[in-house]
């Protein structure tokens, strides 16, 4: 089955950039989205369709997908971006979720 | 917005019902998830149903003990799991489905519920 891997944590200091990465078998045949999601909420749709942003997500965030790996990068990477991460694709007529990566802004 | 509910304390082996209601949108016109997160754990996408329910799909994790529905007269999804374990507690969230695709298959979820919480336990 298919499967996307993401790395458990990523650090990064604030106002450097973050990339947090997801693979996958021939990920790039497919479009990937992301959500933030922080304790105690509901995800949030951060990404969709590789690198697009939905309406009032701020242009810090961005991302790519190309080979076996997508990637969401935060650029100037602030406190409120602390949050859990997943990637998510479409294969097979099933949704396939990234485990997450945890977002630590030291 | 998404609320959810039927959330609760279960005994294993028994079953629930969670309802999910919709308001601000044409429910009818959107394809309709179920993902799940158990404490501490990652998201895991459980079933989704097309608009008019003619197209529906489950993960393996509840596939032959998941019931998805919907009744857009009502603007309503629902979700019955059987046979319940210790694993299928979790916090359970209905989400709304937007699809752009052109030729590649492009599905991501701009909305989801609150949640409501499912404890199976004895």
């Known amino acids: 089955s298919f499967e996307l891997t993401q790395p458990p944590s990523v650090s990064v200091s604030p106002g450097q950039t973050a990339r947090i990465p997801c693979s996958g078998d021939n990920l790039g045949d497919k479009y990937v989205c992301w959500y933030q999601q922080k304790p105690g909420e509901s995800p949030v749709l951060v990404i969709y369709q590789d690198d697009m942003r939905p309406s009032g997500i701020p242009d810090r965030l961005s991302g790519s997908n190309s080979g076996n790996t997508a990637t969401l990068t935060i650029s100037g990477t602030q406190a409120m971006d602390e949050a859990d991460y997943y990637c998510q694709a479409w294969d097979r007529s099933t949704v396939v979720f990234g485990g997450g990566t945890k977002l630590t802004v030291l | 917005q998404l609320v959810e509910s039927g959330g609760g304390l279960v005994q294993p082996g028994g079953s629930l019902r969670l309802s999910c209601v919709a308001s601000?949108?044409?429910?009818?016109?959107?394809?309709m998830n179920w993902v799940r997160q158990a404490p501490g754990k990652g998201l895991q996408w459980l079933s989704y149903?097309?608009?008019?329910?003619?197209?529906?799909h489950y993960a393996d994790s509840v596939k032959g003990r998941a019931t998805v529905s919907r009744d857009n007269a009502k603007n309503s999804l629902y979700l019955q799991i059987k046979s319940l374990r210790d694993e299928d507690t979790a916090v359970y969230y209905c989400a709304r489905e937007v699809d752009d695709t052109v030729i590649t298959p492009v599905y991501y979820f701009d909305k989801w519920g609150q949640g409501t919480l499912v404890t199976v336990s004895s």
């Open positions: 149903i097309s608009s008019g329910s003619s197209d529906i």
């Open positions: 601000g949108f044409p429910f009818s016109n959107y394809t």
